[in-house]
Structures are given as C-alpha cells and as structure tokens.
C-alpha cells in the first residue's frame, strides 16, 4: 500500500495538543492545500476562518463544552459563503439568490472537501487534529461571535496542532455494509456483519474504558439519533439566507 493511503487509513481523532502554535507558514500551506480541494463548478463557495483571538476561542469553547476548541495549535472554522458571490453581482449588475437546497448543499460540500485537504495535509506533516461539530451547539452564537453577514454560516470547526496523545484508530463499518454496487441493498443482507462490528466496537469500549463502557456502535447511533439534536440550526440558516424563508 502507498505512503497517501496508510496516511488516510491510519486517521485518528486528536484532542489535547501541545502547547505550541501553529506559524504562520505552517497555517499558510493547510490553508493551500485546502485550496486545491475540488469545488463545485469552480464556486468556491466557502470561507475558511482561523481563530486567534483567546477571547473568541473561549467563547467558542463555552459552545463547544471541549476543552481543546481553546487549547490547540490553530482552530480553523468551515464557513459555507455566498456573501462574496452576492456582493460581486451587485457591482455587475446581476443579482444573485442563494436560497435554494442545491446552494446550501454546494457551499456545504465545498467546504468539507476543503477541510478534508486540510486534515490530510495536516495529518502529513505529524499533525494531529479533530472536527468540531460541536460548533453548532449554538449556531446563532457563533454567527454572532465571528461577526458573519448574510450568506454565510458556519458549518463546523477544526482544530490542528502537535500531538500530545497518540489517538486511537475506530475501527469503521464493515465494507459490505458501506458499499453497494449498481443496487442499495437491503439491511437484512448486511445484518450480519453489523451485528459482528458491533461487538468488535463494544470490545474497544471496553478496552479503553477498562470496561466501564460496552455499547454498541448501533446503541450509539440509535440513542443519538432519537434524540432531537440542535432545532435552532435550521431558523439561524434561513436567517442567514439560505433555504427560503
């Protein structure tokens, strides 16, 4: 196997780093590789922001609950932005909405393509890091926080720096159950090897819990997912343009 994909299938979550920035160099060329991510019809519909300030950083923690959205290397936040696209067709005349679905879904994309550069990158130069969705907690906030105007809303973070833990690898879902060829199949043909990765995760918990925590990946998900998850999301995204009103 080539150096690209052990770099790609040995990814871990980082989440305490050393107490060391980023330079700017170093932040440059993420933020390059990021760049050269695919984008939707060349739109580029998404704006990369780096957090310096210690006071914003804080506020974004309280957000966040996580300690690391403070202490890192860098933290990065993936804007979808057509605001630059609508400011442009003012001056030429030719005005521009970006309220449909198909909008929002090309700014969301462009921006995780780009952050997935980055974490690559990133992950190539010894550096660990971890996303942050937990930035949507309270999306109004943040929108509030780094002063974003209309046509711009902040999708996640991600915060990157020098390792001060090793991670551990999750094992993913079996490749069966996550690729289909030509037809979707049926759960009931992939039952099997759920249930049997479930066990594998329960066995992870257990190891690294030293046996205070046993679930299953699917009791995991299931519990999550019942549960209704940051209702404000989608009022602060139709206030911020998209979606219609």
Known sequence: MN?????????????KFKDELLDDETVKEL?????SASTSSYVQAYTIMGITDPEKKRALKEISTQSYVENNGHLFVFLADYNRHYELSKDKGTPISYDKTEQLIVGTVDATLAAQNLAVAAESMGLGMCYIG??????????EILELPKGVIPLFGMVVGKPDHEGSRKERLPLDVIYHENTYKPVEETKDSVEEYDR??????????DGKRDDTWSDQVIGMLSKKQRLDVDAVIKDQGFLGQ
Do not use: C, F, P, W
Not at 31 to 35: E, K, R
């Open 3 to 15: 150096e690209t994909i052990n770099l790609l299938k040995n990814h871990r979550s980082i989440r």
């Open 31 to 35: 933020v390059l590789s990021a760049q």
């Open 134 to 143: 937990s930035l949507r907690n309270d999306m109004g906030k943040v929108v």
């Open 200 to 209: 594998s995760i329960s066995e992870y918990y257990k190891e690294r819990s």
